[in-house]
């Protein structure tokens, strides 16, 4: 884990995110004092997506899966 202040991460951020990509934590300090941490996030590309994870939390209608009258006719023509 490193601590930067935020001129410095300014200054040299393509560095910083080199590091965390690798798996470093970064610390954001203001004046020396930390208030955020920048780390590499777990769930990005890592792991399967799971099916069904909006279960039962939106109900769609009869008309979104009725075809397009438009979109039907650029496939099939006039």
Partial sequence: MIQININEAKAKLSKYTKMVKAGETVILCDRNKPFA?????????????????????????PEFFQADAEIEKMFHGE
């Fill in 37 to 61: 941490e920048i780390r590499p996030l777990d769930r990005w590309g890592n792991a399967p997506r799971v099916f069904g994870l909006s279960k039962g939390m939106f109900n769609l209608g």
